[in-house]
Structure formats: structure tokens, C-alpha cells
């Protein structure tokens, strides 16, 4: 089938493309699209080249799929142009997460939601995608009251200049544009922009994409999300707050069998995740699995994940194998 990628060019594009090439993604024609400055640029899929095209020519070649990763303005302005064509948008930005009339997948929670009407699909933030993850399975278990959730986000997740930054910054450059702040050896408490409430919008996506995802607004969710000067991969520190009592055994082994979920918790051996072993990685990593003593029913937990692989463009494509499977693609 075509497959069309918008915002080839960027990171998460470009491992959409690897993924769609690693997963062997039945795909007859790739479509790269992205805006004018970038028309006429080549990307590279399963040893061919292929050249990239604007949006209004991308939409002229009917596409069956389309994997959307342009940001929220473009994505509110072209995802309806390609799902009037008659393709599937698989969107990665915020616009229309939270949009009533669209779904919002990750496909081992709540891939059974979508229909064959749906052809603007929304992909969550990374941060939310590999929280649920873990907390689905748990939640259907022992039931979930509230979430409290600390992030350590890497600078990939804002783009590759937020990389080049990091990296020219380790080289000794003080200039910065992409951060209020010099990111390394640093820690910012700040992702995305400030609320009115006082909390940025990316701890409000994590809040609010956690409940629709999970089907239940009852799950209270806060959050404080922080960029840490890693190059790639989030990490989660989370404690979640029961209806029913656990034993942390039987948490261990429910998450073990949850697919997509790798459990890493040997503290006798140092064993937990890290980012760099959850690197170029789709699954979800798990650890530091203990009972908060400070009230009662509370576990807390530690979880990674390669952000643009599993937070990003994994599930995009996860959704996009699930679309094949039913026929709808």
C-alpha cells in the first residue's frame, strides 16, 4: 500500500521510516512529505531513495496511510485534507489528542476502541504512551485512585536542534535558543508552555491523556515534567495509589505478562532501567518496584522508554498494523 510520511525529515519521521523498514510494513510506494523549504530533499527507505514532495502532492497520490508527525498546526490544517482523500491519519501532535470526536490509541490498551469510520487517529504524548503501559494492567487489577508522576525527559524529544545543542554545549558553546536555559549538566523543570494553573501543557497532556486513554475520569493524575540533559529515552518516576491492596510479587508478575512491558527489578544486582538500554528498543522497562510505606495501597515504580521509538513513532506504527489487520488500511 502508500504510505505517506509528513515530516519525513524531522527525528520522529525518520524513525517512523526505519520502524515501517524493520517491521517489514507492507509497503508498495512511500510518500515522504514535508513543507516547501524541504520538497526536493531524498530520504532513504529499504535502500531506495525516495523524494520528498509537498502535502498537496502527497494527497494528488492517494495514500491509503498517512503517519503524521508536522506538529499541531499543520496537523489541524492537512490531517482533514488526506482523511477527505480517503486516507488514515495517524497523528503524533497534540491537536487532536483530546478532540472528542477522535480516538486516542496506544494499541495494548485500548487498541480495540477504534472503528472502521475512524480516519483521524491520534497518537499520545511519549510520556503518557509508556506510562499506561504500565499502569493499565494494574488498573484493571487492583483499580487506580491517583497518579503522581515525575519525568525526565530527554532533549530528543524536542527535535534535533535541541540534540545539536546539547552536544555543541558539551563542546563548551554558552549560546542557547532552544531552552530558556544551557541544558547540560542541568536540569530544566520546564516542558512546553505554562498553564494558567501553574502546570505546563505537557503535564497537563499526561494528566488528561491518561484518563482518556484508560477510559476512566475518575484516575487523578499530577504531574511535574522536567528535561534532563540525556540525548535520548524518559524516564518515569511514578507512584500510583490503589483501591485494593497488592503484594509486590504478584505486581511484578502481572507486568511481566503484560506485552510490551520488560520488567527490570534486581536492586541486590543493581538491576533497574536506564535509558541507554532501553535505547533503539519498542518495549517499556519497569523497575524499582516497591510499597510506599507513607500510606497505605502505593507502589511505587520507576519507568523507560526510547521516546521515539515506543513514544512516538512505534505506537504510530502499532496502530497502523492494527488498521491492516482489519482490513481498514
Not at 4 to 13: D, P, Y
Not at 57 to 81: D, E, H, N
Not at 260 to 270: H, K, L
Not at 277 to 300: C, H, M
Amino acid at each position: 500500500m502508500k504510505v505517506a510520511i509528513v515530516g519525513a525529515t524531522g527525528l520522529v519521521g525518520s524513525t517512523m521510516m526505519k520502524i515501517l523498514e524493520d517491521r517489514n510494513f507492507p509497503v508498495s510506494e512511500l510518500i515522504p512529505v514535508a513543507s516547501e523549504k524541504s520538497a526536493g530533499q531524498t530520504v532513504n527507505f529499504k535502500s531506495r531513495d525516495y523524494v520528498v514532495v509537498t502535502p498537496d502532492v502527497a494527497i494528488s497520490r492517494k495514500p491509503a496511510i498517512a503517519l503524521f508527525s508536522a506538529g499541531g498546526g499543520p496537523s489541524l490544517t492537512l490531517a482533514p485534507l488526506f482523511a477527505a482523500a480517503g486516507c488514515r491519519v495517524i497523528d503524533n501532535s497534540s491537536a487532536w489528542r483530546m478532540d472528542k470526536t477522535k480516538k486516542l490509541i496506544v494499541p495494548e490498551v485500548n487498541g480495540h476502541v477504534l472503528t472502521k469510520e475512524d480516519y483521524i487517529i491520534a497518537n499520545p504524548n511519549c510520556s503518557t504512551i509508556q506510562m499506561v503501559m504500565v499502569l493499565n494492567p494494574l488498573h484493571k487489577k487492583y483499580g487506580i485512585k491517583r497518579v503522581v508522576v515525575s519525568t525526565y525527559q530527554s532533549v530528543s524529544g524536542t527535535g534535533q536542534k535541541a540534540v545539536k545543542e546539547l552536544m555543541d554545549e558539551r563542546s563548551g558553546s554558552t549560546q542557547h535558543s532552544v531552552y530558556p536555559y544551557i541544558i547540560d549538566l542541568n536540569v530544566i523543570p520546564h516542558i512546553d508552555v505554562f498553564q494558567d494553573n501553574g502546570y505546563t501543557k505537557e503535564e497537563m497532556k499526561m494528566a488528561l491523556e491518561t484518563c482518556k486513554i484508560m477510559g476512566d475520569n475518575n484516575i487523578r493524575v499530577t504531574a511535574t515534567a522536567v528535561r534532563v540533559p540525556v540525548i535520548g529515552g524518559h524516564s518515569e518516576s511514578v507512584n500510583i495509589e490503589f483501591d485494593h491492596d497488592f503484594h509486590e510479587s504478584d505486581v511484578r508478575e502481572l507486568l511481566s505478562n503484560q506485552p510490551g512491558v520488560i520488567v527490570v527489578d534486581n536492586p541486590a544486582m543493581n538491576g533497574y532501567p536506564m535509558p541507554l538500554d532501553a535505547a533503539g528498543k519498542d518495549e517499556v522497562f519497569v523497575g524499582r518496584i516497591r510499597r510506599d510505606y507513607s500510606q497505605p495501597n502505593t507502589l511505587n515504580c520507576w519507568i523507560v522508554a526510547d521516546n521515539l521509538r515506543k513514544g512516538a513513532a512505534t505506537n504510530a506504527v502499532q496502530i497502523a498494523k492494527l488498521l491492516v489487520n482489519n482490513g481498514w488500511g
